[in-house]
């Protein structure tokens, strides 16, 4: 039984959800526990490893993209204690987004002949950019938008920098209780992300795939590596808990938080 959906976005990424209502969607999915895990952002509301939010534990998280060679792959870290270090990689990476988020607006306007109303700040997404576009005259609706202009490769798509494995997973290993690698099974090679995680503490074993998978590689990897078998459903949206963790699994988890 999930007891603890620990993969969740809010509006600080590319969320719907607010701490408020992230409570409510957590009622509602009978789960005790969210990790929020925003992309390449501490919650800026969330002052410690763990909050009470009513009945539900809220856990500090990130979701750092990293990069090693050509594979780019997604960390998660739980238990967040902000640090200096972290501070710095995180202002670097939010600066670039923000930059890169300007130039693909202009890239959109130039190429479409449209005015794009969307906000360029730290915490922009290309999520954000899709949706501008589907509200624009543009002939694109938020899907073709992601598909078929900003995405990678797209016309209109524009690179940003991330960080370098090492450095993203020392970062994050001095400030978080865990570090883990995101959803295996969604990359591009599989079996070379999953090498990654002999450096981590965790890896996330239960995620809601589109598609159906074979698991027996992810928990190869965490029967060599003693690692932390995590679970969330990646929500970007209100529906949580299509994915996560059981109770025992979260005591042991909760257990490597300091609050």
Request: hydrophobic share 40%; with cysteine.
């Amino acid at each position: 039984m999930v007891v603890a959906d620990l993969h969740v976005h809010t509006t600080n990424s590319d969320g719907t959800l607010t701490l408020a209502t992230l409570r409510e969607a957590a009622e509602r999915a009978g789960i005790e526990a969210v990790a929020v895990t925003d992309h390449d952002r501490v919650h800026p509301d969330l002052e410690r490893p763990l909050t009470r939010s009513g009945r539900i534990e809220i856990v500090h998280g990130i979701e750092l993209g990293v990069t090693t060679g050509e594979l780019r792959v997604d960390l998660l870290g739980y238990g967040v204690r902000r640090s200096d270090r972290l501070q710095e990689l995180l202002e670097t990476v939010q600066a670039n987004r923000v930059e890169r988020a300007r130039q693909i607006v202009a890239r959109v306007e130039d190429r479409l002949g449209v005015e794009l109303a969307v906000d360029v700040e730290p915490g922009i997404h290309r999520t954000h950019i899709a949706h501008a576009i589907d509200r624009s005259d543009a002939p694109y609706d938020y899907r073709r938008a992601r598909d078929e202009l900003i995405g990678d490769g797209c016309p209109c798509h524009v690179q940003r920098m991330v960080p370098e494995f090492d450095r993203g997973r020392r970062v994050l290993s001095e400030a978080c209780a865990l570090v883990g690698l995101a959803h295996p099974l969604r990359y591009p090679d599989p079996e070379r992300a999953l090498a990654l995680s002999a450096d981590l503490d965790a890896v996330e074993l239960a995620y809601p795939y589109d598609r159906a998978v074979d698991v027996a590689s992810v928990v190869a990897a965490i029967n060599d590596h003693d690692l932390v078998a995590t679970g969330g459903s990646d929500a970007h949206d209100d529906r949580l808990g299509l994915a996560g963790v059981d109770r025992a699994t979260y005591d042991r988890i909760r257990s490597r938080i300091r609050d």
